[in-house]
């Protein structure tokens, strides 16, 4: 067991180059808060008083840049046998004491400015917290791995209080491998081809929407900076023909599709997926780097989806479901854009041993899930619609060829919704123009839930699901008897099962 280096015992400050990291981080929040009032102040010059309350604005960030850099300066860690103790404040002090045995993640992330002066940003997580408990922004690569070291031994050699009635928890690495470790088998490595594949199949509707919010918010410094004429004669300008509105949408969603694009491409360059004896591990980033890691214990469900384009190009996004929070579950989920088949089929046989479709007996949800999709999503807006445009005119009848497009759809998707379970596990398969399936493994479950509507009670109809540590599962509109069978069965076999869940 590793002993704590000394330099680690007595209080320590983060590294000079947080200084850097600071204002960086605080010249992007300048910009962003500033950036609209400067532009409409450019297009309307005028406007001396909005000028000035920006300035105000400008000026109160600059403050809170010193006060950050006086935090810096006051900013003390250090290390005790069985917890990290931590000091900040300048005339009202904290003193926060992080137990080992509470740390669920230890996770290393390097932007531009950390690889540029070859430090990285250490982040801890605990139980409970919906974000990073501790971060501390700067510090060495060998300094780093000491605090990660040393924390590791000790949760090996000082089991938590709470083993003798719990299950015990070992630490989740997510992030571990901006500083190398053991180097795994390449299982999967993204070329500029693969990530065009990925920024291609992207949801485009998402940056759509993401850039019409945009550019609604700038419209409220717009009474504010230009004059009334100035406001309308722009606005006339920009919608004041069909043709240019239309011009206006192409542009946005040419704008969209080149964002996202783009961003893939940053986010993802160089992707690697690397396999070892513990689990898997995601190298990712041009500008940020970060590697997240998943112990294959940690691993709780196993999801992959596509979609036309996707299944286009024969590719899949795989979501490893790790142990986490629900506010956590998005930041823990290991994300694999852009795998093929094969990569899923080797992932699976380290989640699911011996996996044999021939293992599985095979169901279909009831057909009257499409009923009732059809009278959700079909006659009830139909009608409400219909009514309200017949008030008006007759044509609002038309609204009533609604329901058939939704019938069609519905039974598309029931069609293509199955379930498979075996004595180990459950294998699910749906979608309506993509596909998604799921794995579950038994042992990982952690309740069971059934759930039934008025409806499926007239029918003897259940929903069952499942909820585990990385999310959870449902089998919606199923017979009721084999709910109950199906519940008594995973409920007894969490029971008797000598698996650790995590």
Known sequence: MNSSPSSLREETRQSPVAIIIILQRL?????????????????????????????????????????????????YFRLEETELVMRSGLFNKTFRTIPFDRIQTISFTQNIIHRIFNVVQLDLDTAGSSGSELAIKALSHSKANEIKSFILDRKEAFPTQHEENEMPQKL????????????????????????????????????VGIMVAFIFGLTQYAEDLLSKEKEEEIWLLLFGSVVIITTLIVLLFVAAFFLSLINTVLKYYNLRLLASERGYTITAGLFTKTEQSAQHQKIQLLEWRNNPIKRFFGI????????????????????????YLSHIKAVRASYFSNFNTADFSEYAISPLIVG??????????????????????????LLLGWIPVVWFFARIYYQKWRYAISSKGVYLTKGFLGQRAAILLWYKVQSVKLKQSPFQRRKDLATLEFSTAGGNLTLPYISLTQAEALRDYVLYAVERSTNDWM
């Open 27 to 75: 010249f992007v929040i300048i910009i962003k808060s500033a950036w609209p009032v400067l532009i409409f102040y450019f297009i309307n010059p005028e406007s001396k008083f909005e000028y000035f309350v920006a300035l105000i604005g400008i000026g109160a960030v600059a403050l809170s840049t010193v006060g950050s850099l006086i935090s810096y300066f006051n900013f």
């Open 172 to 207: 989740e690495d997510t992030h571990q491998s901006v500083i190398p470790e053991k180097p795994g088998n390449t299982l999967l490595h993204l070329s500029i081809k693969d990530l065009l594949k990925v920024g291609v199949s992207q949801n485009h509707l998402r940056t």
């Open 316 to 339: 899949y996004t795989l979501y490893l479901k790790q142990a986490a929070s629900a506010a956590l579950n998005r930041k823990r989920t290991l994300v694999v854009p852009g795998c």
């Open 372 to 397: 009732r999709i059809v009278l959700y999503l079909g006659v009830v807006p139909a009608l409400i619609f219909g009514t309200l445009y017949f008030l008006k005119t007759w044509w609002g009848l």
